[in-house]
């Protein structure tokens, strides 16, 4: 082989050398975008589901509060009553979580 030909196939391997690293670094850049999106829509997910949750506690103190009460201001304080307790829990586990 000559050294014509040896450095044409230098200047080929450096060519694609370059063009690999190009492509490496495009899909590192897609796949850190990809994780970003990933763990915002966990943070979407964990927040909805607590808003089921709270939405679920409310179902079910409306429920035991109408099982409960008979009178309807009876039952309108009981649940005033409860969702302040649940109010204070939520702000101490939120404490906790800090």
Same mark, same amino acid.
């Given at each position: 082989?000559? #050294?014509?030909?040896?450095?044409?196939? /230098?200047?080929?391997?450096?060519?694609? *050398?370059?063009?690999? +690293?190009?492509? %490496?670094?495009? !899909?590192?850049?897609? $796949? &850190?975008?990809?994780? %970003? *999106? /990933?763990?915002?829509?966990? #943070? !979407? @997910?964990?927040?909805? &589901?607590?808003? +089921?949750?709270?939405?679920?506690?409310? &179902?079910? +103190?409306?429920? @035991? !509060?109408?099982? +409960?009460?008979?009178?309807?201001?009876?039952? #309108?304080? $009981?649940? $005033? =009553? @409860?969702?302040? %307790? *649940?109010?204070? *829990?939520? =702000?101490?586990?939120?404490?906790?979580? &800090?």
């Amino acid at each position: 082989m000559s #050294t014509g030909q040896e450095l044409e196939q /230098i200047a080929l391997l450096e060519q694609r *050398i370059t063009q690999l +690293i190009a492509s %490496y670094h495009s !899909v590192r850049e897609s $796949l &850190d975008q990809a994780r %970003y *999106i /990933i763990h915002n829509l966990q #943070t !979407v @997910i964990d927040t909805k &589901d607590e808003e +089921i949750k709270n939405f679920q506690n409310k &179902d079910n +103190i409306s429920k @035991i !509060v109408n099982t +409960i009460a008979a009178e309807p201001a009876q039952s #309108t304080e $009981l649940k $005033l =009553k @409860i969702n302040e %307790y *649940i109010r204070e *829990i939520d =702000k101490c586990l939120a404490y906790l979580r &800090d």
